[in-house]
């Protein structure tokens, strides 16, 4: 099983968006997590392409672009466009969700999708296949530095199942509450991604913090 971490720039010093950027690209993560947001999906608003385009010009990292927003098909191709090499949109915020997975791959980027905690796994089971990554949101989205909702795990423990028992390669990403006590478990789950960003950004070493929790 592969074991990638997806920093959060959400995290990140604005102020300092290009340096926090370049950190990670000199990082031992593989990915780095874009978390974008409406204000009308999730009751904050975060950033959009221009942004985006500059954390793509400061690293070459792969970029897992999470859309937390409405109607995420609008704007599938222009995320693609500014970089984004993942795109997950959430299951509760398309009525066709097998077509909003397959205009993510005719775009050319791998497809996700997301599931928030209170939404079940089973949601997922007649699209598991159009689907690249399924995203396990571990608190509320919305907001960084939260809380790890307890149970979470148990789900990905269910998705692990489902994929495997249909002989699927769709990747598992967990994100919100994720930190070095936590991780462990998270790969041990099934989990082949895990997004962090207060554990990364508020640690005094983040290269040596996301190290840390690779191994641990
Ligand atoms: C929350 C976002 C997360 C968030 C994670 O809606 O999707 O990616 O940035 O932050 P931490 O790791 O601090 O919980
Ligand atoms: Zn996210």
Request: with cysteine.
């Amino acid at each position: 099983m592969p074991r990638i971490i997806s920093p959060s720039m959400l995290s990140a010093d604005f102020g300092n968006l290009a340096r926090d950027t370049r950190m990670i690209d000199r990082s031992a993560a593989e990915w780095v997590h874009i978390d974008v947001m409406d204000g009308v999906f999730v009751p904050n608003i975060s950033f959009g392409f221009p942004v985006m385009k500059a954390i793509r010009a400061a690293t070459d990292k792969f970029m897992d672009v999470h859309l937390m927003i409405v109607e995420p098909e609008r704007y599938v191709a222009r995320f693609v466009e500014a970089g984004a090499q993942l795109v997950t949109i959430h299951a509760e915020a398309v009525a066709d969700l097998r077509g909003a997975l397959e205009l993510i791959r005719s775009c050319g980027a791998m497809a996700g999708v997301s599931i928030k905690p209170a939404t079940p796994v089973n949601v997922l089971s007649d699209v598991l296949d159009a689907a690249d990554l399924v995203l396990v949101m571990s608190v509320e989205p919305g907001f960084g530095g939260q809380g790890f909702i307890e149970g979470s795990f148990d789900k990905v423990r269910e998705l692990r199942h489902m994929i495997d028992e249909r002989g699927l390669s769709t990747l598992i990403e967990i994100d919100g509450g994720i930190n070095v006590r936590n991780a462990g478990e998270a790969f041990r789950a099934g989990c082949d991604v895990l997004v962090a960003g207060n554990a990364v950004f508020g640690a005094a070493d983040p290269e040596a913090e996301i190290v840390r929790m690779l191994e641990a």
